[in-house]
């Protein structure tokens, strides 16, 4: 019986030091894994905040976009004024001058009593 006792406490003895053996080598891989799946967690919620950062300036980046080319347009439309203006196609809009002030008007169009204080 005594023999069969050591047999047994030997067996035993043996799975503890094999189960010890394994824990001592499944630990450090199973903090690992943790390790990697906290990292891997870090790395998208830290990618998230970039994408969002992005989608942000690209945003605002459109609209700029769309203001420049607002501003384009109305500088194109002040340069044509311009040019109206410089070859006297446009001095109906002058300033001060309103409009039947007869200033620009044919003769035929103004009141005969306008063009009758004039002659005299």
Same mark, same amino acid.
Request: glycine letters at 6%.
């Given at each position: 019986?005594?023999? +069969?006792?050591?047999?047994?406490?030997?067996? +035993?003895?043996?799975?503890?030091?094999?189960?010890?053996?394994?824990?001592?080598a499944?630990? *450090?891989r199973?903090?690992g894994?943790? $390790?990697?799946?906290?990292?891997?967690?870090?790395?998208?919620?830290? $990618?998230?905040?970039?994408? $969002?950062?992005?989608?942000?300036?690209?945003r605002?980046?459109?609209?700029?976009?769309?203001?420049?080319?607002?501003?384009?347009?109305?500088?194109?439309?002040?340069e044509?004024e $311009?040019?109206?203006?410089?070859?006297? +196609?446009?001095?109906?809009?002058?300033?001060?001058?309103? *409009?039947?002030?007869?200033?620009?008007?044919?003769?035929?169009?103004? *009141?005969?009593?306008?063009?009758?204080?004039e002659?005299?």
């Amino acid at each position: 019986m005594f023999a +069969l006792g050591v047999a047994s406490i030997v067996a +035993l003895a043996i799975a503890v030091a094999v189960v010890g053996v394994l824990l001592i080598a499944v630990i *450090p891989r199973m903090r690992g894994a943790r $390790a990697e799946r906290r990292l891997r967690a870090r790395r998208e919620e830290v $990618a998230g905040q970039h994408r $969002a950062e992005a989608q942000d300036r690209e945003r605002r980046a459109e609209l700029a976009e769309t203001e420049a080319r607002r501003a384009r347009a109305e500088a194109e439309m002040h340069e044509q004024e $311009a040019r109206l203006h410089d070859e006297g +196609l446009a001095d109906e809009r002058l300033a001060g001058d309103e *409009p039947g002030s007869g200033r620009f008007q044919r003769e035929a169009d103004r *009141p005969a009593v306008e063009r009758d204080r004039e002659y005299r």
